[in-house]
């Protein structure tokens, strides 16, 4: 046994020496909603000593590392928990489509998967929220499928609103320019890049712009759709990187500008009145 005990140790000894150190990289992993922390380390149990994970919310968090062999694991990784490299451009299928997946309360995981065991292996279901969640299907029988499902969950397809013309850095009415439909209002991201941020509402779904406003310390995140705008909506109170955010809804005004669904077109430390102050109103 002794024996036995020496030899793993120089496995694992050997095997660090063949590893590389790497400037750190970050992954995104999410669809973590319903896994215990005990279930993510033992999917993650073959990471180096470097790796690092955080997890933000319960349905998602990150990996930082400097390991070259764990750099290789994540990137190759396929499994039900969700693993993107953060900052890393995405590929999309042409082919995919997105569908909105409802009324998830209180259903486990594995009900859902018995709930579309008729789909096949390609599809992906990634779940946003206790009561939510997208799947991703790219084969037409599978979207054919889905498309003809009635059942206990509410299925809808996920179709991106068309963006308008005004540019997210140019002038235009609001608190900070740019478009407002399918975005959220957020505040207290500190000193977080805008990399960092978009990383981190990318648990909602796709992140399609940002507009980040640093002399006042607001931004605009903005999303494909409204669902995801919806789950984006979610991560109010959330923590990113020791901050914690501040998120809602934003809808249009009659002037085409965005507020938030507080009431008031500026922000509240903005010039002119707070949305709590007298006189009239957004």
Known sequence: EEAKEEEVKEEKTEKKSEDT?????????????????????????????????????????????????????LSNYKGEIRVEESGKKKTIDPNMKKFFVGNLMGIQDEEIGKEFEGLGDSAIFERAHDNFGFLKLTDPKDIEWIQKYRGPFKVDESRP?????????????????????????IKGYGENS????????????????????????????????????????????????????????????SAGGGRDQRGGGRDQRGGGRDQRGGGRGG
């Open 194 to 253: 805008d990399q960092d941020i978009t990383d981190h509402f990318s648990s909602a779904g796709t992140v399609t712009g940002a507009s980040i406003v640093r002399s006042r310390g607001f931004g605009f995140v903005r999303f494909g759709s409204q669902e995801e705008t919806l789950a984006a909506i979610e991560l109010n109170g959330s923590n990113l990187n020791g901050e914690s955010l501040f998120v809602r809804q934003v809808f249009k005004d």
């Open 161 to 185: 609103k068309e963006r308008n013309n005004r540019d997210s850095r140019g002038g235009g009415g609001g608190s900070g320019g740019g478009e407002v439909e399918n975005s959220v209002f």
């Open 21 to 73: 150190v790497i400037p750190e990289k970050k992954f995104f992993v999410g669809n973590l909603a319903n896994k215990s922390d005990d279930e993510i380390a033992k999917v993650f149990e073959p990471l180096s000593d470097s790796a690092t994970f955080d997890r933000v919310k319960d349905q998602f968090g990150f990996i930082k590392t400097t390991s070259a062999k764990d750099v290789e694991f």
